[in-house]
């Protein structure tokens, strides 16, 4: 089986062109590819089929690294479009890509910096909650970006650094039925940084959709309706702008390997 192996800031995915939708792939095939010891390794799984969308050429079909479906990957649309451009199964500077959370329109980035902006679609504000993590408590924003999010503020870096994030921080389970990734965060905009534990994977070095709904809170936080957040996460910086309209989130995206595997 043909695969590629690509990051959006450390965000890690086995890229699997499915160009004939031919290679449905069970929970556990898509786990052993993920899997760092046994397979190739990544948060989760980007396989490359066609789109019943008119308006779009390709779907995302996203997995995460334990073989469950997630709505929406924000690194994984970046790397996804990244791929699509490469292989010539799209020319920019526009790609619309189909989802589970509707089409995204992945745009090459001005200026020569290589990056990728992808109109993410608003965020949608839910209910306050709260995590917790060993004990401790934080009060929490959730927020939808087609998937799931649940946003906490913390006091200071020393408190973020010493979070033990091995283990999926607990949630009010009645809010969030189908699970959630949860940020922690320190900072205020126009410049936080951030920490998450991603449902069906673990922490993670990057959360686009994360890092979309830290923004927007961050934003929030500041008395402002728009603008732009930069959201340091532990593997680079992504950057997230607030329009009446819309949210953007701009990063890098770059494939670092193909090769076959033995399905
Ligand atoms: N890493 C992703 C989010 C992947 C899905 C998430 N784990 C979920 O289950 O909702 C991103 O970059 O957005």
Not at 105 to 116: F, W
Not at 209 to 216: D, F, W, Y
Not at 224 to 252: A, H, N, Q, R, S
């Amino acid at each position: 089986m043909e695969f590629a192996k690509g990051h959006g800031t450390g965000n890690d995915f086995v890229i699997v062109p499915d160009l004939e939708d031919a290679l449905p792939l069970k929970d556990a095939q898509v786990a052993l590819l993920c899997d760092r010891r046994f397979g190739i390794g990544g948060d989760g799984l980007l396989r490359v089929a066609p789109s019943d969308d008119p308006a779009a050429a390709w779907f995302m079909d996203y997995r995460n690294a334990d073989g469950s479906i997630a709505e929406m990957c924000g690194n994984g649309v970046r790397v996804f479009a990244r791929y699509l451009l490469e292989k010539g199964l799209a020319e920019g500077p526009e790609i619309r890509v189909a989802t589970r959370a509707g089409i995204k329109t992945v745009t090459v980035a001005d200026g020569g910096s290589g990056e990728l902006r992808v109109d993410m679609g608003s965020a949608a504000f839910g209910p306050t909650s709260q995590a917790s993590v060993e004990g401790f408590t934080w009060p929490g924003q959730a927020v939808s970006m087609g998937n799931p999010h649940l946003v906490c503020q913390l006091g200071d870096d020393a408190e973020l650094e010493a979070l033990e994030l091995f283990h999926q921080p607990r949630y009010d389970a009645a809010l969030f039925p189908d699970g959630v990734n949860v940020e922690f965060v320190v900072g205020t905009a126009p410049h936080v940084r951030m920490r998450v534990h991603e449902r069906g994977v673990g922490e993670t070095a990057s959360c686009g959709t994360g890092a979309c709904a830290v923004g927007a809170v961050a934003l929030r936080h500041a008395g402002l309706e728009t603008g732009t957040c930069k959201v340091d996460v532990p593997g680079g910086t992504l950057t997230i702008t607030v329009t009446e309209d819309t949210l953007f989130m701009t990063g890098p995206a770059v494939i670092v390997a193909e090769g076959a595997f033995r399905l």
